[in-house]
């Protein structure tokens, strides 16, 4: 085989190569180049917006990343001179609209899409009973406020086919709400109140993350939207929230950072210590903070330190260290 073909067939495997891992990673939504799947509209809207741009985008990289290879192949040197200057190109009016004209539509176009699509990302739709939810941020878990008083860590459940309004707000630093098969991310940020909404369309689990980084652990800063039926969801706000919050306390806000036996690697082990089976020393220790440890539980009601010291008491005090809590 002739040394130029050799070259040439080289140079479209390798191309060839790369566009196929491209196309794989791109079709990866997961982790990828593209959104997830959306469940709610706003997120919907969001991700129409989001393959509108990728397409024209993703058109322009290969015509003008093509044309580029293409010239520099056509017009290389070969066995010219150095000295000796290629062929010369000049103005031709035509290219010249062409090439001002198309950029403009395709701007014209994208605009179009977003601002047709603006709206009901911000805009909740109007719904004749809307939950209601408060969204606190802590350093290092979510707190949920239900509108009946109910209250959850990490784990936020709503009903499905409901549009859900959630006020966001930020107990020490910035944090950041993201759930992103339920929209878009919303700045939790200390003095200010913030608002975004979802409406669920099937029941499931939906996983998001801190978006912004609020310091030590912000990794562990993790979310759950726990979308169910109507009936399961006022069961849950009524009686099971109130059962399981001292479970919900200890591993989304005591264990991250403390572990069993100090295995989260930042605060003294949680086994065996005494000071976590009393309301009022707990209180003390979640409320106040420490020289390392923020007041995790500044707003925690007595109701939630006895439930916290409950769960202490039953599953890592007295022989029960290996607990999982």
Request: glycine share 10%.
């Amino acid at each position: 085989m002739p040394v130029r073909v050799r070259r040439k067939l080289a140079f479209v495997v390798v191309v060839a190569l790369t566009v196929l891992a491209t196309a794989g990673i791109a079709a990866a939504a997961n982790g990828g180049f593209t959104p997830q799947f959306a469940h709610s509209p706003n997120a919907q809207r969001t991700n129409t917006a989001y393959w509108v741009v990728l397409a024209f985008t993703a058109t322009i990289f290969v015509i003008v990343e093509g044309a580029l290879v293409v010239f520099i192949w056509k017009y290389r040197r070969g066995g010219r001179a150095r000295t000796v200057e290629g062929s010369q190109v000049h103005g031709h009016t035509r290219l010249e609209v062409i090439w001002t004209v198309i950029p403009v539509v395709i701007l014209a176009v994208i605009g179009s899409v977003i601002f047709y699509e603006l709206p009901g990302i911000a805009n909740a739709p109007a719904a004749a009973n809307p939950i209601r939810i408060t969204v606190e941020g802590h350093q290092y878990y979510w707190q949920f406020d239900y509108p009946n008083g109910s209250r959850s860590i990490n784990d936020l459940h709503v009903p499905v086919d409901r549009v859900v309004l959630l006020t966001v707000k930020s107990y020490d630093v910035v944090h950041s709400w993201w759930i992103p098969q339920l929209g878009g991310k919303i700045q939790a940020i200390p003095g200010r109140t913030n608002r975004i909404w979802f409406k669920a369309d099937r029941a499931g689990t939906y996983y998001g993350q801190c978006g912004e980084f609020c310091g030590l652990y912000h990794e562990a800063m993790h979310a759950r939207v726990i979308a169910t039926s109507d009936v399961d969801y006022r069961t849950y706000t009524s009686r099971t929230a109130a059962s399981d919050l001292g479970r919900a306390e200890f591993q989304g806000a005591c264990s991250t950072c403390h572990g069993m036996e100090g295995q989260g690697g930042y605060g003294p082990k949680l086994a065996n210590d005494p000071l976590l089976i009393q309301p009022a020393s707990l209180a003390n220790i979640v409320r106040n903070g420490g020289i390392k440890m923020p007041a995790v539980g500044d707003s925690w009601t007595n109701a939630q330190m006895t439930a916290l010291a409950q769960y202490a008491k039953s599953r890592i005090y007295k022989g029960a260290a290996t607990s999982g809590g």
